[in-house]
């Protein structure tokens, strides 16, 4: 059973708009979420995190929400740019101490010109 | 800055020969992850230290894996004998931990491997 889901496999946004990769997950527990950006031939390369005691987290053009009701949390990236394009990563940690990840299965996003 | 470091970058061999896998975390990390990814399961844990100590190893597959870290810069990841469905792409990450709130993991490129 996947308890972090990335439903979306891919998404394709024009350079400078908005773009919003989407992920939801089904432990209550967890209480710290990060996202990771992947390159082809490359290890995941950390973006941003929100704890759960936040409802938002800003970084540059990077923003993460969470929403503890729903267990839902979102990437938005504004403007999107054509480097943008890689794969992403949500992730997730349960509180209690494990320092253990547990990881979508990834959003391929697509920045075109 | 040195990221984690893993090496090699690709292994080819052929089933039941032992195969091992290298990490150099980064200097000042304490904390070490082992992490497997394939099409069908995407990324998963295996094993992660702390202070070269073994603290969850529930994600490993079965006994014919097995990893250590005898000190704080290096680790090895071992598969003996190996199979052809252990072919995946094998990571490495690190993080500092420890009373310093949440700290991200940090990955090496992986090791592409491939059991003929």
């Known amino acids: 059973d996947q308890q972090v889901k990335q439903n979306s496999p891919s998404l394709s946004v024009q350079e400078g708009r908005i773009s919003i990769l989407n992920c939801d997950y089904t432990n209550s527990m967890f209480d710290y979420f990060l996202w990771y950006k992947k390159y082809p031939a490359e290890g995941p390369t950390f973006l941003i995190s929100i704890s759960s005691i936040k409802d938002k987290n800003e970084d540059g053009r990077f923003t993460v929400f969470l929403n503890k009701s729903a267990k839902h949390l979102s990437l938005h990236i504004v403007p999107s740019q054509p480097g943008d394009s890689a794969v992403y990563f949500c992730?997730?940690?349960?509180?209690?101490?494990?320092?253990?990840?547990?990881f979508g299965k990834g959003t391929k996003l697509t920045v075109n010109p | 800055d040195a990221g984690v470091i893993q090496s090699p970058r690709h292994e080819v061999t052929e089933m039941g020969q032992e195969v091992t896998l290298r990490c150099k975390p980064i200097s000042g990390h304490n904390s070490l992850f082992w992490y497997r990814q394939t099409m069908m399961r995407g990324l998963e844990l295996l094993i992660y230290?702390?202070?070269?100590?073994?603290?969850?190893d529930s994600g490993m597959p079965e006994d014919r894996f097995s990893a250590k870290m005898p000190n704080a810069s290096f680790s090895t990841l071992k598969i003996q004998p190996s199979e052809p469905r252990d072919s995946a792409v094998y990571f490495c990450?690190?993080?500092?931990?420890?009373?310093?709130?949440?700290?991200?993991?940090?990955f090496g490129d992986g090791t592409r491997l491939s059991i003929l």
């Open positions: 230290f702390n202070n070269n100590v073994p603290i969850d």
């Open positions: 990450a690190s993080s500092l931990s420890g009373g310093l709130g949440n700290q991200p993991q940090h």
């Open positions: 992730a997730a940690r349960s509180q209690g101490g494990s320092e253990k990840l547990v």
